[in-house]
T-cell receptor
Framework: DTEVTQTPKHLVMGMTNKKSLKCEQH?????MYWYKQKAKKPPELMFV???????INESVPSRFSPECPNSSLLNLHLHALQPEDSALYLC??????????????FGPGTRLTVL | AQSVTQLDSHVSVSEGTPVLLRCNYS??????LFWYVQHPNKGLQLLLK??????LVKGINGFEAEFKKSETSFHLTKPSAHMSDAAEYFC?????????FGKGTRLHILP
């Protein structure tokens, strides 16, 4: 299985809602990533987990809260989002973070709309 | 600063003609470089990667790229474009925990 799955595919939420995005991989990868992608822009790194520990937080607002329950799962909890947070949220995984030759495998993304 | 520069934001080619998407990198180290493709509202798919082995790298769907250290370039080519190649292409470099994306090149295929 060489796939990263993400649920839901689409999510519409109000600014007072709490929701979660989910990501799963069964490739035995020990690094997992969250990216935010606005239209016509490259993905922007948000968080990196290495061996289930948060290793990078790119100064993301606290209304985004990542969680890595185990080596196969990555969640992104959302609370009190703003309309400007509407974007495509991409999850990715790689064998590990160290060693620059390791490519990342991307999921299809969750299209988030904040009303 | 370590960066990746994609020289064209848009490229248009006719179906059946060659494709050239240009990428330059800046670094004092030998980088690992990748090309990813993204179709509309989809995730990114790896086309190919360079990791200091062969300088000519072959990827999926007929794409290849040549690493030229003297020119600090890693241009993506394909001999004959297909309509299904219309997408956004990202040149990416990787160092340790971070990957750095180029701004992307939108490839348009004309019938």
């Amino acid at each position: 299985d060489t796939e990263v799955t993400q649920t839901p595919k689409h999510l519409v939420m109000g600014m007072t809602n709490k929701k979660s995005l989910k990501c799963e991989q069964h490739m035995g990868h020990r690094a997992m990533y969250w990216y935010k992608q606005k239209a016509k822009k490259p993905p922007e790194l948000m968080f990196v987990y290495s061996y289930e520990k948060l290793s990078i937080n790119e100064s993301v607002p606290s209304r985004f809260s990542p969680e890595c329950p185990n080596s196969s799962l990555l969640n992104l909890h959302l609370h009190a989002l703003q309309p400007e947070d509407s974007a495509l949220y991409l999850c990715a995984s790689s064998i590990q973070t160290s060693g620059s030759s390791h490519e990342q495998f991307f999921g299809p993304g969750t299209r988030l709309t904040v009303l | 600063a370590q960066s990746v520069t994609q020289l064209d934001s848009h490229v248009s080619v006719s179906e059946g003609t060659p494709v050239l998407l240009r990428c330059n990198y800046s670094s004092s180290y030998s980088p690992s470089l990748f090309w990813y493709v993204q179709h509309p509202n989809k995730g990114l798919q790896l086309l190919l990667k360079y990791t200091s082995a062969a300088t000519l790298v072959k990827g999926i769907n007929g794409f290849e790229a040549e690493f030229k250290k003297s020119e600090t370039s890693f241009h993506l080519t394909k001999p004959s474009a297909h309509m299904s190649d219309a997408a956004e292409y990202f040149c990416v470099r990787n160092r340790d925990d971070k990957i750095i994306f180029g701004k992307g090149t939108r490839l348009h295929i004309l019938p």
